[in-house]
């Protein structure tokens, strides 16, 4: 075995120069697929982090009927009892009640039509991470000021407002009659997405819940948990406990965050399997061209008693030592750059306007685990293997008569 390993590695560098042609194809190719598999991971990391950290959190809670119909009256029930058991569950880290109201928004310009979610402002800070997204003013725990409204940068513009400018809600209530109330613009935000900054507003929970009820109320709360895994457990201990109300998970929340993370698995293989084939195109061409320039040889080593099954086994260890040349090298510069790039970030500035519009940030940190780096590494052997057979089963038809 150790003989025919070390004709198949000096065999490679007969031609130094188809081979090393061939080394910096892979190379480049698997750090391209390296770089791109880990940027697309990072991506949709990003995203599914960014939702579940800064709205959505691990599970929410509803009336069984608010998320369809969205009626201001669909409210929770027995939320004594339900904060309690939030409170005293060990798997929980934080929790914000919500009052969630859809409305016509006014303004001296324009009139559109927005969703309004009521906070808490200390709990929503203990539980979710969009306060950090106030790009100017102050966040609603302002002292002082009636009724403190937060609007979206993109909202703020096609309205012509600025901070300290007065606009006007118009909702429904929870006996399903019409309102409206003034609010005092006190700051702006800016989110990843540019459709969420334009139909979204900000409020206080007890200043929406006054204008919509008469006693307090609440149409949602967002649960932070300490492991995410805890959240199929604690929905259904919470729908046991209150039948009256639905837990739902993120998943079920947001199913496509959970297509997302699919995908994500679903793209390392496509992409791998993409460059892969186009790379052992390469392979079987080099190896035969190497192999017609041989037959005299192969039929020489056949006639001094070299088996079938060695020559066999030359031109495969051939194609794996000429692959994992180029792959130990490509998976060396692919693991540098993804080092480099999940401290600095790779910035998508000049597709900004495009990438706000999906939901998506434009500054990507590429993330790829040890499992991710292994799977590449047992596609490349695998399609490697794949290429060399051809090539393989070729030379062992050799004739010794040549």
């Known amino acids: 075995m150790k003989m025919i390993l070390t004709i198949a590695w000096r065999n490679i560098w007969r031609h130094p120069g188809r081979s090393g042609v061939l080394i910096a194809a892979i190379i480049a190719g698997l750090w391209a697929g390296v770089v791109t598999v880990?940027?697309?991971?990072?991506?949709?990391?990003?995203?599914?982090?960014?939702?579940?950290?800064?709205?959505?959190?691990?599970?929410?809670?509803?009336?069984?009927?608010?998320?369809?119909?969205?009626?201001?009256a669909d409210t929770l029930s027995s939320t004594a009892a339900l904060f309690r058991f939030l409170d005293e569950d060990s798997r929980v880290q934080a929790w914000a009640p919500r009052v969630l109201?859809?409305?016509?928004?006014?303004?001296?310009?324009?009139?559109?039509?927005?969703?309004?979610?009521?906070?808490?402002?200390?709990?929503?800070?203990?539980t979710t991470t969009f306060h950090e997204r106030v790009t100017e003013g102050s966040y609603l725990n302002t002292e002082g000021i009636r009724n403190p409204v937060l609007l979206g940068e993109a909202l703020l513009e096609q309205h012509r407002l600025r901070i300290g400018n007065r606009?006007?809600?118009?909702?429904?209530?929870?006996?399903?009659?019409?309102?409206?109330?003034?609010?005092?613009?006190?700051?702006?935000?800016?989110?990843?997405?540019?459709?969420?900054?334009?139909?979204?507003?900000l409020v206080r929970a007890s200043d929406l819940a006054r204008h919509l009820s008469e006693v307090p109320?609440?149409?949602?709360?967002?649960?932070?948990?300490?492991?995410?895994?805890?959240?199929?457990?604690?929905?259904?201990a919470l729908n046991a406990a209150f039948p009256e109300i639905r837990a739902q998970t993120w998943t079920e929340i947001s199913p496509e965050l959970s297509t997302l993370v699919q995908l994500g698995g679903l793209m390392l293989y496509i992409v791998t399997m993409i460059i892969?084939?186009?790379?052992?195109?390469?392979?079987?061409?080099?190896?035969?061209?190497?192999?017609?320039e041989r037959m005299r040889e192969i039929g020489m080593l056949l006639s001094i008693g070299m088996s079938r099954v060695r020559i066999f086994m030359m031109i495969v260890l051939e194609a794996v030592l000429l692959t994992l040349t180029g792959a130990a090298a490509?998976?060396?510069?692919?693991?540098?750059?993804?080092?480099?790039?999940?401290?600095?970030?790779?910035?998508?500035?000049?597709?900004?306007?495009?990438t706000a519009e999906l939901g998506w940030d434009h500054l990507v940190f590429p993330i790829l685990s040890t499992g991710e780096f292994v799977s590449i590494g047992l596609i490349v052997i695998f399609v490697t293997l794949l290429a060399s057979l051809y090539p393989a089963i070729k030379a062992t038809k050799t004739s010794v008569i040549q």
């Open 276 to 292: 892969m084939l186009a790379l052992a195109f390469g392979i079987l061409n080099t190896m035969l061209m190497a192999l017609f």
């Open 330 to 354: 490509g998976f060396a510069l692919a693991l540098l750059s993804i080092r480099h790039f999940s401290a600095s970030g790779i910035n998508f500035e000049m597709f900004a306007e495009g």
């Open 38 to 72: 880990g940027t697309m991971n990072g991506l949709l990391h990003q995203r599914v982090n960014y939702l579940i950290e800064s709205e959505i959190t691990h599970l929410q809670v509803h009336h069984p009927e608010f998320l369809t119909e969205r009626r201001p």
């Open 101 to 126: 109201a859809d409305a016509m928004l006014q303004s001296p310009v324009k009139t559109s039509g927005v969703r309004v979610r009521g906070l808490d402002p200390q709990r929503e800070i203990n």
């Open 217 to 236: 109320l609440y149409h949602e709360a967002g649960v932070l948990l300490y492991d995410i895994d805890d959240a199929p457990a604690l929905a259904e």
């Open 167 to 201: 606009i006007v809600l118009t909702f429904e209530t929870a006996e399903g009659e019409l309102t409206s109330a003034a609010f005092n613009i006190v700051g702006q935000f800016r989110s990843a997405s540019t459709e969420y900054d334009e139909t979204t507003v």
